[in-house]
């Protein structure tokens, strides 16, 4: 471009920062698209019951919100992260560089991780130690690693039907894939039996054995899938032997097409996860800047009102959507009153 | 006499080689077109198909008793007062307005009072808040409202939800439907044209019947005025001197190399761009049209000025020498005589490049502009300046509805394909007429 092009606006640009550096009105939230639905619910309904602007919410993953979350304090920084899994101590790190030094962290409430199948396939009993079996790279056998022989649910399990195995799955970039190897894979490595056998062959490394049991297949039976739940959707009913792994809400919204598995004999819902009973759950949050409580307007009654009973509690709209509201919901809301920093700092 | 070995009359073998292969090509290419016509065909009766749903929007018509005693305890008609009743304190008037209307009608449902309720878009409560506190004298009456039925009614309505896929389904019931079909009969429910969705703002997961592209419009058109105002005065500037008064030299082949190679770069180095100088650097507010604009405008740049450059190209040396030889500065000749004569080329090239420019979702991402927003952006205020409030873009919300997990936003997702495809159509058709209209050939 030639020099002429870019001075025109820039000096356009130096003209209009004078007046966009100022002050903002309205809380802007961005960060993992687990949370985002939730979010944009408590954020409509805020909008329409307050005076405040209607907060801006966007997705783009847990650890991508985190990272704008830490990049600083101010005005052109968002105010809170919405994030699938806890923040990280390095990450925590590069929020104290950048002068994040105050961290609310906030437990909005569980979500559930489903199998689901096509609704016209078969019906799927799981536990851990099948995805385990079925998924996993090298399985020990016989004192050494062998490539995962196992192409057919019913080799692994002849109570589980005759279906080929072809598993989609979160891609790497989405937190539910963490919760996904250590919930499943790593629990069915263990279960299996298969995490002692590899601790003898590799001669009682456990970071390696661990490894070695969320180490997924790279044959073409299991899937990354990098887009969202649709996506997966998607390759489901293109493929009826397809399963795929969905969060609880997204499975509540297409129950006309997808059927979903039980995991050791417990089907998912809301009721279940919240005693506890479905083994595979995670806690969502979100992380409000605390610098940022007294200079953006709204900012401390949208939070508040984001944990409040009629809205996070087990009757309140989030619950409807697929949440699990959290047991210790009041806790939370102490915690969000009181501006209760995260330690460690 | 014998006849001559060769006659015109009489195609040879050579010749009836070279007709073969001029019909083959021929077929080749009737044939690569038919490809294209194919596939633009079945995107277009998908999108349709999917789509045309979106500009239907099934309406429950309710009168709805407001009473004091809930909604004004006080009787001052304090707005500050009236405000503490929440959406929910008006969802419950919704509910008791329906099953009234259902009992008055004496229809019979073995639905539960919850499920009925759950008929009523949750969007409602909001529009009979909304309407109740801005007209505050209704209050101890009535209110005669058309509020949004649920998504999955409405999806009956049009095909989407059926009583086979509704016994699967956990958020309705074939009851439900049918209790629709006989408020339907019974003139209460009613199917009508959209309006809402082309002037309503997006909607959360749980209401997909409330969603709209109104935000998403007014994002594009403020980007599109930044876009016009910036780069087509820059991009013609540009032009002019590069091809009428830049000698030719190293320089100038450089920038020209420049300039064809930046309108090939990948759009969302532009996104990138942006963060780091216009948000980062420069402060500017994320998610604002002003920076979606300024990035879309370094975007469209290099088009407006190949484009310029290729119309004033077309203009004959002749005018300029005869303009010259009368006694008029270069300036003279250009502003004068060459750029009339090169405007149509230059629309055309400003008008494509807007196009391009509003179907642009890449760099979008990384400015924060791929965002759920609800509250309309006004042009300019004092605290966010000139196209400073969040806003999104028409493709952004297509996105955006694509990754939902309801299945009404799916059909949303076509709607606002649709709409941008008329935009486009719009902007092209445009540019043809300007050139057809007003080119001129030597």
């Known amino acids: ?345 | 006499m014998t006849p001559p070995a060769h006659s015109l009359l009489k195609s040879d073998d050579r010749t009836r080689r070279r007709r073969a292969s001029e019909a083959r090509f021929r077929a080749c290419g009737l044939a690569a077109i038919g490809i294209a016509a194919l596939a633009l065909a079945v995107l277009l009766t998908s999108v349709l198909a999917n789509g045309a749903g979106a500009f239907r929007q099934t309406y429950i018509k309710l009168q709805i008793p407001l009473p004091e005693a809930s909604l004004d305890k006080a009787g001052q008609r304090d707005p500050a007062a009236m405000a503490k009743v929440s959406t929910f304190g008006y969802a419950a008037l919704l509910h008791a307005a329906l099953l009234d209307r259902i009992a008055a009608l004496q229809i019979e449902t073995e639905l539960a009072d919850q499920d009925v309720a759950a008929m009523i878009s949750k969007e409602a409560a909001a529009t009979l808040r909304d309407h109740v506190l801005a007209n505050p004298h209704l209050i101890g009456g009535m209110a005669a409202m058309d509020v949004l039925a649920a998504g999955r009614i409405d999806g009956y309505f049009k095909g989407r939800v059926t009583l086979k896929s509704a016994a699967m389904d956990g958020n309705t019931s074939p009851q439900a439907l049918q209790l629709a079909r006989k408020l339907a009969d019974a003139d209460v429910i009613e199917t009508r044209f959209n309006w809402r969705f082309l002037t309503a703002p997006d909607a959360s997961d749980q209401r997909p019947e409330a969603a709209g592209l109104g935000v998403a419009m007014l994002g594009s058109l403020y980007m599109m005025l930044v876009v016009l105002a910036l780069a087509l005065p820059v991009g013609v500037a540009a032009s002019i001197y590069l091809e009428e008064f830049a000698p030719r030299s190293r320089i100038s082949d450089l920038i020209e190399v420049n300039i064809s190679n930046l309108a090939a770069v990948p759009s969302i180095v532009f996104g990138i761009l942006g963060l780091a100088v216009f948000i980062n650097f420069a402060g500017m507010r994320q998610s604002s049209p002003l920076v979606g604009g300024l990035v879309l405008t370094l975007m469209t740049l290099p088009t407006i000025i190949i484009s310029t450059r290729a119309a004033l190209k077309s203009v004959p040396p002749s005018i300029r020498d005869a303009a010259l030889a009368l006694g008029a500065s270069r300036m003279q000749a250009v502003f004068h005589h060459v750029l009339p004569l090169a405007a149509p080329g230059i629309l055309t090239g400003t008008i494509l490049g807007l196009a391009q420019a509003l179907g642009e979702t890449a760099p979008l991402l990384l400015i924060g502009m791929v965002a759920f927003v609800r509250d309309y952006p006004v042009a300019y205020s004092d605290t966010a300046g000139l196209f400073g409030d969040a806003a999104t873009a028409l493709p952004v919300q297509v996105f955006n509805w694509t990754q939902r997990a309801d299945p009404g936003f799916a059909e949303r997702a076509s709607g606002a394909i649709i709409t941008l495809l008329v935009f486009l159509a719009v902007m092209n058709t445009a540019a043809i007429l300007l050139r057809r209209r007003f080119e001129r050939r030597w």
């Open chain 1, 1 to 345: 471009m030639s020099l002429a092009n870019l001075t025109a606006p820039t000096l356009a640009i130096a003209a209009l920062s004078a007046t966009a550096a100022a002050a903002r009105d309205n809380v802007q939230v961005a960060g993992s698209s687990t949370v985002l639905p939730y979010a944009a619910i408590v954020a409509e309904a805020f909008g329409e019951n307050f005076d405040y602007p209607t907060p801006v919410i966007e997705s783009g993953g847990s650890s991508a919100g985190l990272k704008r979350f830490c990049s600083g304090v101010g005005a052109n920084t968002i105010d809170i992260a919405n994030s699938s899994r806890a923040i990280k101590p390095p990450e925590m790190k590069i929020c104290a560089e950048n002068g994040v030094t105050g961290i609310v962290e906030v437990r909005i409430g569980y979500d559930g991780i489903v199998f689901a199948s096509d609704i016209n396939g078969n019906s799927f009993a799981f536990t851990p130690a099948d995805w385990y079996l079925a998924l996993a790279a090298d399985l020990p056998v016989d004192g050494a690693m062998i490539a995962n022989p196992n192409t057919n649910w019913n080799m692994i399990d002849t109570d589980l039907p005759d279906q080929s195995i072809k598993a989609f799955i979160p891609g790497t970039k989405h937190g539910t894939r963490e919760v996904f190897e250590e919930k499943v894979l790593l629990q069915g490595c263990k279960d299996s039996g298969a995490m002692g056998a590899i601790l003898q062959i590799n001669g009682a490394d456990e970071k390696a054995a661990e490894a070695a049991c969320m180490a997924v297949r790279t044959d073409g039976l299991s899937v990354d899938i990098d887009g969202d739940y649709t996506e997966t959707l998607a390759r489901i009913e293109a493929d009826p032997n397809g399963i795929g792994v969905f969060g609880l809400s997204f499975y509540e919204n297409n129950t006309d097409r997808l059927q979903v598995a039980t995991m050791s004999g417990v089907l998912p819902g809301t009721a279940s996860i919240a005693a506890g009973d479905y083994p595979v759950s995670r806690p969502l949050y979100f992380y409000i800047k605390a610098a940022h409580l007294d200079e953006i307007p709204g900012l401390q009654e949208f939070t508040q009102f984001f944990v409040s009973d009629e809205i996070a509690g087990p009757d309140g709209p989030l619950a409807e959507y697929g949440l699990v509201s959290d047991p210790q919901l009041t806790a939370t809301q102490d915690a969000v009153s009181n501006r209760a920093l995260l330690g460690g700092m």
